[in-house]
């Protein structure tokens, strides 16, 4: 990434130098944890996996993947982030911060990517998830038949069928939150906005989608609509 971005203001300098620059320098990256496709035929009757692994797009509002991570905060102990992750643009699209992890959390993130969108009603939406009691709920069922959006399922203890937003909350903890103590949840909260919406959205270069940052992959696509 940062050999790309030398790239981009003008710097002609190779690859090796740049490794070679950070190794002297003492710097290295933060690394993701990659997830390795493994099969799994623990499928749970009624809950179907639509997605089946193909994370493949040909615009924004295809596809989205959702999941809870835990934060800890010092006064206020665990707390949860509920993330909606859009599998074309890698922009975090909603999100919702609470002290319990309940359906409404799960919901109020969905309805902040819906609000935050605006896809169109008459093209499929998916929305994938783990088979976690907050995704399988009446409740966020019934969001999703309201928003004509399409449920999806992880098959049963198979986290690599939703690698992509597993390894968004990796980042989100490697680059942010192991770095930093929380005294309240009221911190963790502001730090969480900050590190979405102030970096990983607007500045963090992906190179799966060519070297943009999830903003810039999707105003391309809005774009081109």
Not at 29 to 34: L, R
Request: proline share 2%; hydrophobic share 30%; with cysteine.
């Amino acid at each position: 990434r940062i050999h790309h971005i030398l790239g981009t203001e003008g710097f002609k300098v190779s690859l090796k130098r740049v490794q070679r620059r950070m190794t002297e320098l003492s710097l290295c990256a933060i690394t993701v944890k990659k997830y390795k496709p493994h099969s799994s035929k623990k499928v749970v009757e009624g809950l179907e996996n639509v997605l089946k692994r193909d994370f493949t797009t040909t615009s924004i509002n295809e596809k989205w993947v959702g999941d809870i991570t835990y934060i800890h905060t010092i006064k206020d102990g665990w707390c949860y982030l509920a993330s909606v992750l859009d599998l074309h643009s890698k922009k975090i699209i909603g999100y919702a911060f609470g002290k319990r992890m309940t359906n409404d959390l799960v919901v109020k993130a969905l309805k902040n990517a819906y609000c935050s969108q605006s896809p169109d009603k008459d093209k499929q939406l998916i929305f994938h998830s783990d088979l976690g009691s907050q995704y399988t709920s009446n409740d966020l069922k019934e969001l999703c038949k309201n928003l004509n959006i399409t449920q999806s399922f992880s098959n049963k203890g198979c986290p690599y069928d939703n690698a992509c937003i597993e390894s968004f909350h990796s980042s989100i903890k490697k680059e942010e939150i192991y770095r930093n103590t929380y005294r309240n949840f009221e911190e963790a909260n502001r730090a969480i906005f900050k590190y979405i919406e102030g970096w990983y959205n607007r500045k963090r270069l992906h190179s799966s989608i060519n070297y943009m940052t999830p903003n810039q992959c999707e105003l391309l696509a809005r774009s081109a609509a």
